[in-house]
């Protein structure tokens, strides 16, 4: 164990952050050097689950990052994937006022870094790193039909920069009509099938 650390199982230099591998880190669960931010593996970052440098956006892997779920370079939007982009959704304007009044599911929020208790370790255990994309997939994996509903109504969806920035891909769908009942297809489906009646 390494010295000047106030924080609890941590390997760090100077970390006061609880099974932190740090250094200078406050943040706890962290890997990255100079973080405050918590489940983080960035250097220099203050934003929670953030594998970015510099980032003050959570769960974001774009260095310098200010916004959410963004993979993008000194960008403040959320779900961006554009670097130098303003405030927006999916790389699209949208108001504070539509992002805050969205709601984000569960699925969102989950965890970069794991506690693996161990004592024949000098820390009495060690930090799990999990890989960005898979553990976001992994979530996911886990969403209800109503939290992914939740995602698709988030300003300015786009389900092709979703699975860019989380490794998981959502169908997006129509609803049809046949026989009174209310089928959903996926787009592909509807615009294949759209297609073919007009060739008729």
Known sequence: MENNNTGNFSTGNCSTGDRSTGNWSTGNRS???????????????????????????????????????????YSSGH??????????????????????????????????????????LPAGGELIVHDYKKAFTKSMEKASKEEIEMIKALPNFDAKKFYEISGFMIKETKTITIDGKNIEISVEEFDSIKKQLLEK
């Not at 220099?44 to 963004?70: A, L, M, R």
């Not at 992002?99 to 599911?105: A, F, H, M, Q």
């Open 31 to 73: 890997t990255g050097d100079r973080s405050t931010g918590s489940c983080s593996t960035g250097n220099f970052s203050t934003g929670n689950c953030s594998t970015g440098d510099c980032s003050t956006g959570n769960w974001s892997t774009g260095n310098f990052s200010t916004g959410n779920w963004s993979t993008s370079n």
């Open 79 to 120: 779900f961006s994937t554009v670097d130098f982009s303003g405030f927006g959704c999916f790389d699209k304007p949208c108001t504070l006022a539509e992002w805050r009044n969205s709601d984000k599911p569960y699925c969102l929020y989950f965890e970069l870094t794991e506690w693996r208790e161990d004592e024949s």
